[in-house]
């Protein structure tokens, strides 16, 4: 459940603008 969740966020936000260092990768 929390890769999903994680997978999908990551996704998004990555999507939206450069993730920041700061989102651990589950």
Not at 1 to 26: D, G, H, T, V
């Amino acid at each position: 459940m929390r890769l999903n969740y994680s997978r999908c966020y990551y996704s998004s936000q990555r999507r939206r603008q450069s993730l920041p260092k700061r989102f651990p990768l589950i």
